[in-house]
Protein backbone atom coordinates (compact mmCIF):
# COMPACT_ATOMS: atom_id res chain seq x y z
CA UNK A 1 0.00 0.00 0.00
CA UNK A 2 1.99 3.40 -0.85
CA UNK A 3 0.19 6.37 0.41
CA UNK A 4 -2.60 8.37 -1.35
CA UNK A 5 -2.78 11.41 -3.14
CA UNK A 6 -6.02 12.21 -1.96
CA UNK A 7 -5.13 11.96 1.65
CA UNK A 8 -5.24 15.68 3.05
CA UNK A 9 -3.15 15.41 6.42
CA UNK A 10 0.01 15.31 7.05
CA UNK A 11 2.10 14.21 9.62
CA UNK A 12 2.27 17.13 12.55
CA UNK A 13 4.21 17.45 15.80
CA UNK A 14 3.67 20.25 18.18
CA UNK A 15 4.22 21.34 21.60
CA UNK A 16 5.55 19.02 24.39
CA UNK A 17 4.28 15.25 24.96
CA UNK A 18 7.34 14.63 27.15
CA UNK A 19 8.94 16.90 28.88
CA UNK A 20 12.25 16.35 31.37
CA UNK A 21 12.49 18.70 34.60
CA UNK A 22 16.26 18.93 35.57
CA UNK A 23 16.56 19.76 39.21
CA UNK A 24 20.04 20.76 40.40
CA UNK A 25 20.74 20.81 44.35
CA UNK A 26 24.00 20.99 45.91
CA UNK A 27 23.81 17.64 47.56
CA UNK A 28 21.64 14.30 47.51
CA UNK A 29 19.50 14.50 50.39
CA UNK A 30 19.24 11.97 53.07
CA UNK A 31 15.57 10.28 53.98
CA UNK A 32 12.84 12.63 55.07
CA UNK A 33 15.26 15.75 54.30
CA UNK A 34 14.44 18.52 51.92
CA UNK A 35 17.10 20.79 49.84
CA UNK A 36 16.73 24.09 48.35
CA UNK A 37 17.09 23.66 44.18
CA UNK A 38 19.73 26.10 43.20
CA UNK A 39 18.87 26.10 39.37
CA UNK A 40 16.34 23.84 37.27
CA UNK A 41 16.12 23.61 33.84
CA UNK A 42 13.17 22.16 31.56
CA UNK A 43 13.56 20.28 28.31
CA UNK A 44 11.81 18.84 26.14
CA UNK A 45 12.13 14.99 24.72
CA UNK A 46 11.93 13.31 21.25
CA UNK A 47 9.45 11.63 19.86
CA UNK A 48 10.41 9.82 16.55
CA UNK A 49 8.94 6.61 17.45
CA UNK A 50 5.79 8.29 18.37
CA UNK A 51 5.72 9.86 14.87
CA UNK A 52 7.14 6.72 12.75
CA UNK A 53 4.09 4.77 14.63
CA UNK A 54 1.31 7.04 14.37
CA UNK A 55 2.52 7.67 10.58
CA UNK A 56 2.28 3.88 9.88
CA UNK A 57 -0.66 2.97 11.50
CA UNK A 58 -2.61 6.01 9.53
CA UNK A 59 -1.54 4.28 6.67
CA UNK A 60 1.24 6.59 5.75
CA UNK A 61 4.34 4.82 6.09
CA UNK A 62 6.19 7.31 3.71
CA UNK A 63 6.11 9.99 5.92
CA UNK A 64 7.00 7.75 8.94
CA UNK A 65 10.29 6.98 7.22
CA UNK A 66 10.62 10.77 6.74
CA UNK A 67 10.26 11.04 10.18
CA UNK A 68 13.33 8.53 10.79
CA UNK A 69 15.46 10.01 9.21
CA UNK A 70 13.87 14.07 9.71
CA UNK A 71 17.58 16.30 10.41
CA UNK A 72 16.87 17.61 14.11
CA UNK A 73 19.28 17.77 16.81
CA UNK A 74 16.83 15.48 18.61
CA UNK A 75 16.77 12.78 15.93
CA UNK A 76 20.93 11.58 15.90
CA UNK A 77 21.55 7.91 15.88
CA UNK A 78 24.85 6.15 16.30
CA UNK A 79 25.75 2.88 15.05
CA UNK A 80 24.98 1.47 18.45
CA UNK A 81 21.64 2.36 18.23
CA UNK A 82 22.13 5.34 21.07
CA UNK A 83 19.87 8.81 20.73
CA UNK A 84 22.61 10.80 21.38
CA UNK A 85 21.27 14.43 22.43
CA UNK A 86 24.83 15.58 23.70
CA UNK A 87 27.80 15.09 25.23
CA UNK A 88 26.37 15.47 29.05
CA UNK A 89 23.90 12.38 28.16
CA UNK A 90 26.30 9.43 27.77
CA UNK A 91 23.55 6.71 28.36
CA UNK A 92 20.51 5.06 27.08
CA UNK A 93 17.07 7.59 26.99
CA UNK A 94 13.84 6.20 26.19
CA UNK A 95 14.04 7.32 22.83
CA UNK A 96 16.00 4.58 21.89
CA UNK A 97 13.55 2.26 23.27
CA UNK A 98 11.05 4.22 21.33
CA UNK A 99 12.36 4.35 18.40
CA UNK A 100 13.31 0.22 18.21
CA UNK A 101 10.10 -0.15 19.26
CA UNK A 102 8.27 1.92 16.27
CA UNK A 103 10.47 0.64 13.60
CA UNK A 104 10.16 -3.08 15.19
CA UNK A 105 6.44 -2.52 14.57
CA UNK A 106 6.89 -1.10 11.35
CA UNK A 107 8.93 -4.54 10.36
CA UNK A 108 6.29 -6.97 11.62
CA UNK A 109 3.02 -5.22 11.65
CA UNK A 110 0.48 -4.70 14.21
CA UNK A 111 -3.33 -5.88 14.83
CA UNK A 112 -5.64 -4.85 11.53
CA UNK A 113 -2.75 -3.76 9.65
CA UNK A 114 -2.17 -4.20 5.74
CA UNK A 115 -1.46 -7.66 4.54
CA UNK A 116 2.01 -7.57 3.08
CA UNK A 117 5.57 -7.78 4.23
CA UNK A 118 6.51 -4.73 6.44
CA UNK A 119 3.40 -3.17 6.54
CA UNK A 120 5.06 0.12 8.17
CA UNK A 121 7.57 0.56 5.55
CA UNK A 122 6.29 2.30 2.22
CA UNK A 123 5.71 -0.41 -0.66
CA UNK A 124 7.30 1.32 -3.14
CA UNK A 125 10.22 -0.91 -3.82
CA UNK A 126 12.80 0.96 -2.68
CA UNK A 127 12.82 -0.68 0.49
CA UNK A 128 14.04 -4.30 1.26
CA UNK A 129 13.40 -4.87 5.05
CA UNK A 130 14.68 -8.15 6.61
CA UNK A 131 13.77 -9.28 10.09
CA UNK A 132 13.38 -12.21 12.50
CA UNK A 133 11.85 -13.04 15.87
CA UNK A 134 9.52 -10.11 15.77
CA UNK A 135 5.68 -10.16 16.71
CA UNK A 136 2.93 -8.40 15.75
CA UNK A 137 1.95 -5.29 18.00
CA UNK A 138 -1.66 -4.79 19.18
Known amino acids: ????????????GL???AVDDLLYVPSFPGADAKVRVTRSV???GGLTG????????LGEPD?????????SPKNRWLANGHNYQSARLPL???????LLTAVAMM???WDGCPDRPSPGFPDNWKWKVRWEGLRRLP
Do not use: E, H, I, Q
Not at 3 to 12: A, H, N
Not at 50 to 57: E, F, G, H, M
Open 15 to 17: GCA
Open 63 to 71: KAVDALFMD
Open 92 to 98: YLPGNGG
Open 1 to 12: MSSSPTKRFDVL
Open 42 to 44: RRC
Open 107 to 109: AAG
Open 50 to 57: AALVTAAR
